[in-house]
């Protein structure tokens, strides 16, 4: 196993001196991974056009005998590399800046009558539960919130799928479910609750988010309708990047945000080409996965992550007087810690306060958030985190002057 801890700092380009707890909200790129997008970069810039046009989404020339062909697309080549990844053909996939782009595709595709339901987790991402209620604002259709207990336990996978199985309707349209729940950092029985939905004919998009790099995942095999997810978090790909995975029986009638040139002309051209955008994110995704697979090594990187935030996890919860019960099978690489009794009195405002002095006065950047009724630090390991980053942070919280 490679050296893991603030000796792989080296590596990125984040602060040495400040202490980097939040990798799950916005990821952060290593060196080799940005030097392969500043590398495609300025390839670009020496025929913008050839590259922007040309060989990301069009048909050329052969260069021998002037016959048509279809050219390897850039994008489309890098797309049967990163699904492959997945488990997934290139065909069906497809990359939108980010989550939230993905699923206002799908949503805002879908016809909603009046009564409709769209059925989300109550831990569902603000903005996947925001774009559901414009949409459903728009048409007369409906949200409907299924809980997820929390704090979590032994019995909470079981429990969501029998709440999801409970809250379906002959009225639901469709359901949005989280593979992993961004604030509570819940990794859920995914194909289980697919499944449940499936069986009452109610297509399933998967917000898979914090996925990729995080878990090995077979897309696929979940039996889901559509799966989006950032590779710009745990993938390690440069911001803003995300795949959006179709099923074959999905794409009529599937549109992206911006309608474009590619309107009609199928899944790839709708996508790939939504106007003039930097495609250097894209065109750097597998040399992201090289770094994960050469230089970390996929399997050791998850085990170190896994393994970090489990035990801190329990350490902090010890520490404090908390309860974590949360069965390690629905911990990925994040965890959500409660914070003190002395803090949970102060309610939802104190989330915002702490996060900012832990920023502004000991320069820690962590997520410090509300689930339900109770106040978080979610945990984030990366191979460049160790125990005494940890410690640093529930020092901080134990000296917060409130």
């Known amino acids: 196993m490679p050296a893991f801890g603030r000796a792989m700092l080296a590596h990125w380009w984040l602060d040495p001196d400040a202490t980097y707890l939040n990798h799950g909200t916005v990821g952060a790129t290593p060196r080799a991974v940005l030097q392969a997008q500043q590398d495609w970069q300025r390839r670009i810039e020496t025929a913008p056009a050839r590259y922007v046009i040309r060989d990301a989404v069009r048909t050329t020339a052969d260069d021998t005998d002037g016959r048509p062909r279809t050219a390897p697309l850039l994008i489309r080549e890098v797309a049967a590399t990163v699904a492959r990844e997945f488990g997934a053909r290139g065909e069906d996939l497809v990359f939108v800046d980010n989550t939230s782009t993905g699923v206002n595709a799908v949503l805002r595709s879908m016809r909603f009558q009046p009564g409709d339901e769209i059925l989300l987790l109550d831990h569902a991402y603000g903005a996947v539960l925001r774009t559901a209620e414009f949409v459903a604002r728009a048409s007369g259709a409906r949200v409907v919130t299924v809980p997820v207990p929390f704090p979590a336990d032994?019995?909470?996978?079981?429990?969501?799928?029998?709440?999801?199985?409970?809250?379906?309707?002959?009225?639901?349209?469709?359901?949005?479910?989280?593979?992993?729940?961004?604030?509570?950092?819940?990794?859920?029985?995914?194909?289980?609750?697919?499944?449940?939905?499936?069986?009452?004919?109610?297509?399933?998009?998967?917000?898979?988010?914090?996925?990729?790099?995080?878990?090995?995942?077979?897309?696929?095999?979940?039996?889901?309708?559509?799966?989006?997810?950032?590779?710009?978090?745990?993938?390690?790909?440069?911001?803003?990047?995300?795949?959006?995975?179709?099923?074959?029986?999905?794409?009529?009638?599937?549109?992206?945000?911006?309608?474009?040139?590619?309107?009609d002309n199928g899944l790839a051209q709708e996508f790939d080409w939504t106007g003039t955008r930097d495609t250097s994110a894209v065109l750097a995704a597998p040399a992201a996965f090289a770094f994960m697979r050469e230089v970390l090594g996929t399997q050791a990187m998850r085990t170190w992550n896994h393994g970090l935030v489990w035990r801190m996890a329990h350490a902090l919860s010890t520490r404090w007087s908390r309860p974590f019960d949360t069965p390690e099978s629905m911990i990925g690489t994040m965890a959500a810690v409660l914070l003190p009794a002395r803090l949970q009195a102060l309610g939802p405002q104190a989330a915002p306060a702490l996060k900012d002095w832990l920023f502004h006065a000991r320069r820690i950047e962590s997520q410090v958030l509300t689930?339900?009724?109770?106040?978080?630090?979610?945990?984030?390991?990366?191979?460049?985190?160790?125990?005494?980053?940890?410690?640093?942070?529930a020092d901080a919280i134990d000296a917060w002057p409130v």
Not at 194 to 223: E, F, K, N, S, Y
Not at 372 to 393: I, K, P, S, T
Request: net charge neutral; with cysteine.
């Open 154 to 263: 032994a019995d909470t996978p079981a429990t969501v799928v029998r709440a999801i199985e409970g809250a379906l309707t002959p009225r639901t349209r469709l359901a949005v479910l989280d593979h992993i729940t961004s604030g509570s950092a819940l990794v859920l029985p995914i194909a289980e609750m697919t499944a449940c939905c499936r069986a009452r004919g109610v297509p399933v998009l998967v917000d898979g988010a914090h996925v990729p790099g995080a878990l090995a995942l077979d897309i696929p095999a979940i039996g889901a309708d559509w799966y989006v997810a950032n590779l710009h978090k745990w993938a390690f790909v440069p911001r803003a990047c995300a795949i959006l995975w179709v099923a074959p029986q999905r794409r009529t009638g599937l549109h992206p945000a911006v309608i474009s040139w590619g309107l």
């Open 371 to 393: 689930v339900g009724e109770h106040q978080v630090v979610r945990l984030a390991a990366q191979v460049y985190n160790d125990e005494a980053d940890f410690e640093r942070l």
